[in-house]
């Protein structure tokens, strides 16, 4: 089964969940999993968690946010519990709903003082289409390795971001997948970074995608999927890599727990 890559024929935008933008390239959802692979053979359990997950990422992304995009990312960086640092992955299929097709373990930061808190900012995210690079190093960490880095598009404070998704570094990166274990970015098995790095590099996810307001009370990008807006009240569309990333400290142990027969709603 193809984890990346678009999927289906697009609808313009409408502000409903069900449908997206045509001019989308993809719109990703990232949650951290241990390393299994969802199929349509996965067992129903499997399946039913990974649909917990989506309506939980319904919930949180607007929906006009999402009709731009067809692939959907969303990462727990939670410590411990059923979703801790766990990826999920969904596209829309040919009828432009969300389906599951994957999930594989990650690695987020180890959130304690080191040269600097080591954390995962947690929100909705672009990817910067002007800072993905086959081989970074990384100034802050000795020059460490960060294979096919792919860096989120938000600035702080007049400066860009130095958090990224990249494949986690040698045997010991791979090792910690499913661990929190860096120094602030979402850490992925090199064969799931790489093939979604090439297919960018390809333009198989360019288009047209809305730009994010900037969040004056705190001083920058917003990180709660509110878009700039022109003076008719349109969402402001450049072009872009349409991979939504969505990051939440949220263990998913609570959701299971309404899951299961018995339990209150």
Known sequence: MRVFGTIGVGQPGNGTWRRFHTAAGALFLLVALTGVTATADAAPESRGEAERVLARVEAK?????????????????????????????????????FIPVDQFAVSTGREKQERYFTATPTGIFKLDPGRMFRMHRSKTWDNAP?????????????RATGIA???APGKGGHAALGRRASGGCVRMPAGKVKQLFEEIQQGMHGGMVPEFAWDEARGRTSTDGVMERDVWGAPVLKPGVGVLLVIENFSGRETLANARPGAPA
């Open 165 to 167: 998704l990249h494949a």
């Open 146 to 158: 960060m294979p096919y880095a792919m860096f989120l598009d938000v600035t702080y404070r007049e």
């Open 61 to 97: 992304v607007p929906g006009e946010l999402a009709s731009y995009f067809n692939t959907i990312l969303y990462v727990s960086k939670a410590s411990s519990g059923p979703w801790a640092q766990r990826m999920f992955v969904f596209q829309r299929d040919a009828y432009g709903e």
